[in-house]
């Protein structure tokens, strides 16, 4: 069993991840209702993996025999003023999530809860990927433009990254 301690830290990691789902949920709508449809389903796809991600420490805290708290989660943004907008806040949030994620890493050392440790490692590789992404997706906007035609082609970009990614 874990020590209440680290309960109490991966319970808040859940509602880290689950802040995170909601919050790419309203990205998406707002992609979709500015006709950012590529976007739009790029970000409903990372909502459904963000959401995977909490599942993921619910199991471990199930499988541990400890104690799971799921507890209210805070309404996300919901308006935003442009697609470079929408990027360049997920690509802050992810780094967010990575600090919190190096956090109970950090936590875990210290307190050597190896098992914990090496779980979490996962998350380290994911938050490394997540980071990458989102970096590429606001250089693209960025590169391409975020007006017009440049706009139409950073969402057929994005898009096929989400189509890409389900394969």
């Known amino acids: 069993m874990l020590s209440k301690e680290v309960v109490k830290l991966l319970?808040?990691?859940?509602?880290?991840?689950?802040?995170?789902?909601?919050?790419?949920?309203?990205?998406?709508s707002w992609c979709y209702e500015n006709s950012f449809d590529g976007s739009g389903l790029f970000l409903f796809d990372h909502a459904e993996e963000e959401s995977d991600h909490a599942k993921r420490i619910i199991t471990y805290l199930n499988e541990t025999d400890s104690h799971v708290e799921l507890v209210k989660?805070?309404?996300p943004e919901s308006k935003f003023t442009s697609l470079l907008d929408i990027f360049e806040k997920t690509y802050a949030h992810e780094k967010t999530i990575t600090l919190s994620i190096n956090e109970l890493v950090d936590h875990m050392l210290?307190?050597?809860?190896?098992?914990?440790?090496?779980?979490?490692?996962?998350y380290v590789?994911?938050?490394?990927?997540?980071?990458?992404?989102?970096?590429?997706?606001?250089?693209?906007?960025?590169?391409?433009?975020?007006?017009?035609?440049?706009?139409?082609?950073?969402?057929?970009?994005?898009?096929?990254l989400a189509l890409s990614r389900k394969k």
């Open 11 to 28: 319970n808040s990691q859940i509602e880290k991840e689950m802040f995170s789902a909601n919050l790419y949920l309203s990205m998406s």
């Open 73 to 75: 989660i805070d309404a």
């Open 110 to 122: 210290e307190h050597k809860d190896y098992p914990t440790f090496n779980f979490l490692q996962w």
């Open 125 to 160: 590789k994911e938050q490394h990927e997540e980071e990458a992404l989102f970096r590429g997706i606001v250089d693209k906007v960025r590169l391409i433009g975020d007006n017009g035609n440049g706009l139409y082609l950073a969402d057929q970009y994005i898009k096929n």
